[in-house]
Every structure is written in C-alpha cells, then in structure tokens.
Nanobody, 127 residues
Framework: QLVESGGGSVQAGGSLRLSCAASGDALNGFCMGWFRQAPGKEREGVAVIGSDGNTKYADFLKGRFTISKDNAKNTLDLQMNSLKPEDTAMYYC????????????????????????WGQGTQVTVS
C-alpha cells in the first residue's frame, strides 16, 4: 500500500515536499516514481528513480524537482521548487514502474498503462 502526503496550496515560486510511505517491501522494486494528473488531462510522468539510485525527469521540469528514496523511513520523496501554476495536479506515487523507464528508453506515456500499484494521490495547487 502506498500513501502520499505533503500536498497543499502554494503560491507560484514556492516549494513543497511530497512523500510516499509504503508498507512492507513495496518500495524495494527496481523502478519507482511520481506521476501527476491535472483536471481534464491524461496522467503524465514526473520523475523516476531506479534501484541503483539513477534518476530520470520529465523534460518540462527543467531541474525544478528532485526525487529521492529514504531507505531508513521507507519513503519515496519529491522535492518541488519554483512551482508554477501549471504544476497544479494530483500527484501519485507508483511502486511498480516498468524498468524500461528507469534503465532504458521506454516512453513515459507507454509506461503508465503498465503500472498497477498506485497511491491515492495528493493534491498540489499552485496559484
């Protein structure tokens, strides 16, 4: 089970830190990450991290977000800086991301239908 937290309302330029807590070994897979879905839009990838610590980010982020895994706390975190109104969305944690997204050239959009383990989401609103 994945439980996201840390969302909220923030002004443009502000920061938020999202956290995804997992039970058991849900976050011990080879590839995991964060995705988001804005109203009326399809779910899209934000950032993933592999079991080797390698990270990949969506092109539109331009270095504003950082994904990390805290093994001691068993959480997957997303530090979001310089937030923009277009970052407004429900943010979801995913634990069983296809390894091709972390270690090969699998397309972000192609990976989403293959993910079965999602959290309930946490809302981020930027005004």
């Amino acid at each position: 089970q994945l439980v996201e937290s840390g969302g909220g309302s923030v002004q443009a330029g502000g920061s938020l830190r999202l956290s995804c807590a997992a039970s058991g070994d849900a976050l011990n897979g080879f590839c995991m990450g964060w995705f988001r879905q804005a109203p009326g839009k399809e779910r899209e990838g934000v950032a993933v991290i592999g079991s080797d610590g390698n990270t990949k980010y969506a092109d539109f982020l331009k270095g504003r977000f950082t994904i990390s895994k805290d093994n001691a706390k068993n959480t997957l975190d997303l530090q979001m800086n310089s937030l923009k109104p277009e970052d407004t969305a429900m943010y979801y944690c995913a634990a069983d991301v296809p390894v091709g997204l972390c270690f090969a050239e699998l397309d972000w959009a192609a990976s989403i239908p293959l993910i079965n383990s999602w959290g309930q989401g946490t809302q981020v609103t930027v005004s």
